[in-house]
């Protein structure tokens, strides 16, 4: 057994998260998530409407009695969603974890701790966790450049980024981006960190609600099949790499501004490529650790095989290399 702060702050029995994704954070793979002792997040502008989101967040209750939690992502836009009505469904949902990304969530807060949330701020750089951490939020997901989504534009590797965060962060604190099995949660508790976040690795799980084309191309690629893009705009996203995402590279790299790609990266598309199974048809999000992704299991499956093979390592091959050194 593998128990860390992470687990007693947040109220679950491994230190195990399944962060939001768009078109992912569903009630079917977040319910599986929390029955297997996780902590998994439905994602609030995966649904249409707030009222959309009370009626998931109500699915998902039907399929688990174990804690679960909402990302809430709150994003620059022309024509913003009603980031306040999503908030105020999560606080009278009674939702007890609210996963915060992007934009700073100092105003959100205040319900939030009225409202008994406890909230997990996603960062990409320590500078961004300290802020967090003095704005009093209860801990911090921190995003090394591995990860899938938007990595920021320091390009700190998790290696770095997550020890120099532990150096600063006193709350309970998750290491993101390149996480997929035991290895990286030893690894990453041995940088400092309390628990693990991943992403792409729950995205390629029989419970996941995406097109099997779409896991069976999570288990065929390497880590080299990724693309950055957006990066000459600074607001870098790391993709699977297909004929899209590499036609939206070049345009970008050169001259092209974002009105020259914004059809081809429509959300829309992305989501039609989970839907469809057409890995062609968008862009759509995935991290290096695909690399080291080898099959498609359940939930329960694969987060009983990363707790049971990190207690293994830790107790095994980890502790006969101490004592092999005495």
């Known amino acids: 057994m593998v128990r860390t702060k992470f687990c007693d ?29 996780g902590l998994g997040f439905l994602t609030a502008l995966t649904q249409p409407t707030p009222e959309a989101l009370a009626k998931e967040i109500v699915r998902c209750r039907e399929l688990t009695d174990k804690p679960f939690g ?45 409202g008994g949330v406890k909230v997990l701020h996603k960062c990409t750089s320590v500078r961004h966790a ?35 965060a532990a150096e600063r962060i006193t709350i309970p604190m998750l290491a993101s981006g390149g996480f997929a099995d035991a ?18 690795r729950f995205l390629a799980t029989r419970e996941s609600p995406v097109h099997d084309n779409v896991k069976r191309r999570l288990v065929e690629a390497g880590e080299r099949e990724t693309e950055l893009i957006f990066r000459p705009l600074r607001n870098t996203a790391r993709v699977s790499r297909n004929a899209v995402s590499s036609e ?24 039609q490529v989970f839907e469809t199974g057409d890995l062609d048809l ?35 091959r980890l502790a006969a290399t101490v004592r092999s050194g005495k």
């Open 70 to 114: 909402v990302n809430l992502t709150i994003l620059p836009s022309i024509n913003p969603p009603p980031y306040g009505e999503y908030r105020d469904v999560i606080v009278e949902s009674g939702v007890p974890v609210v996963e915060t990304a992007g934009f700073n969530p100092a105003e959100h807060l205040p319900a939030f701790r009225a």
């Open 282 to 316: 968008g862009v759509w999000t995935a991290g290096m650790v695909q690399g080291l992704i080898r099959d498609v299991p359940t939930v329960a499956e694969l987060i009983s095989r990363i707790v049971t093979e990190a207690g293994e390592l830790i107790e095994g």
């Open 248 to 271: 939206v590279v070049s345009i970008l790299d050169n001259g092209g501004k974002f009105e020259d790609v914004r059809e081809l990266v429509a959300g829309a598309r992305g989501r």
């Open 130 to 164: 300290v802020k967090a951490q003095t704005l009093g939020v209860d801990g911090i997901s921190i995003d090394g450049f591995e990860c899938a989504g938007h990595p920021g534009e320091d390009d700190i590797p998790g290696l770095v980024l997550i020890p120099a």
């Open 9 to 37: 702050v947040f109220g679950v029995e491994h230190p195990i998260v399944q962060g939001g994704m768009q078109w992912v954070g569903r009630a079917e793979l977040v319910s599986a998530v929390a029955n297997a002792g």
């Open 183 to 200: 290895r990286g949660l030893v690894a990453a508790l041995a940088l400092g960190a309390d628990g693990i976040n991943m992403g792409t």
